[in-house]
């Protein structure tokens, strides 16, 4: 089920009695199970086991609590078909959501319940920052930069906000500050991005400087193979993007087509076609034996810029 189908169920107060939530983004889960027990009027409840819920629901009580019962990780019930025939049976007025860290999908307990899992994926940039501009009076220029330091992640955004709440003043200075001094983490830059990034640009000796750094830090041929032909498809789809909403149409991240971007315009279209030709052949060449590992980068590069 996407999450918007999820959406019109909230609306038309069609909401089923068992839900599986998956996916990163956990905060945005919180915010619709909040939504679905505001709606069915529930009280929010998060147990360890459904086992406490069937015990509950065998229970008599004069004063009937209806609850949003939300499990995380329960293997008992993945596993155990009877079980999971059984609550879902008793839930009646109360409804459960589990919510899985991790999902196999050649499990009999995801083909049965398929229709109930919601997948709570990385969201595109712009409505990850109007979550942000909700919660924090940040600028456009800012709530870029944070999403750019969480690697898109609204939940990551949100612990980094309540780090910028604590200070006292204005919301974009705090923020600067934090970021400056390394409160609020930037993941660290990899010289085989700013390698990449030298090639994609065409400087040479740039590219082939940080080429050095790469191998001396033991950086695998084959990974930095994979990171250029990876950037040089993103450089190629958003240079060939008509649409307005690049996100939407290539399905990149912000951060992608922010880097992506930069690169833009260097290489031509047949080029970009001809490197990741190039690097698809040379990695074919390396499995085959017809070109050594070692200088396979070197080989790649020199034939590049």
């Known amino acids: 089920m996407e999450i918007q189908e999820l959406k019109c169920l909230i609306k038309d107060n069609n909401i089923p009695n068992f839900l599986v939530f998956t996916g990163e983004e ?3 889960q919180k915010i619709y199970i909040k939504q679905i027990a505001k709606v069915k009027n529930l009280t929010v409840r998060y147990i360890d086991s459904v086992m ?7 229970s008599i009580s004069f004063l009937k609590v209806n609850y949003l019962y939300v499990v995380l990780d329960d293997k008992e019930l993945i596993s155990n078909e009877k079980l999971q025939t059984e609550l879902i049976d008793r839930l009646k007025t109360d409804i459960l959501i589990l919510t899985l860290t991790s999902v196999d999908k050649r499990l009999k307990f995801y083909k049965t319940y398929k229709q109930s899992f919601v997948e709570f994926n990385a969201l595109k940039s712009e409505m ?8 924090i009076d940040l600028s456009d220029k800012n709530c870029d930069r944070l999403i750019e330091a969480c690697e898109g992640s609204y939940s990551r955004c949100l612990l980094e906000i309540d780090k910028i709440k604590r200070y006292t003043g204005n919301s974009n200075k705090a923020f600067e500050q934090l970021l400056a001094d390394g409160t609020i983490h930037q993941p660290p830059k990899d010289a085989i991005f700013d390698f990449v990034k030298a090639v994609l640009q065409n400087h040479a000796r740039l590219a082939y ?8 830090v033991g950086e695998s041929n084959l990974a930095i193979l994979s990171v250029l032909f990876n950037n040089a498809k993103q450089v190629l789809q958003v240079q060939t993007c008509e649409s307005k909403d690049i996100e939407k149409t290539t399905g990149l991240q912000y951060w992608q087509i922010k880097n992506a971007k930069e690169c833009c315009g260097v290489y031509s279209i047949n080029n970009l076609i001809y490197i990741m030709k190039l690097i698809q052949s ?6 085959t034996g017809e070109i050594e590992e070692s200088i396979a980068v070197e080989y790649v590069v020199s034939n590049i810029l």
């Open 282 to 287: 040379t990695e074919r060449r390396i499995k």
């Open 26 to 28: 956990y905060a945005i």
């Open 52 to 58: 406490d819920i069937l015990t509950e629901l065998g």
């Open 209 to 216: 400087s940080l080429l050095e750094e790469c191998k001396a």
């Open 128 to 135: 990850v920052k109007r979550y942000i501009q909700k919660e």
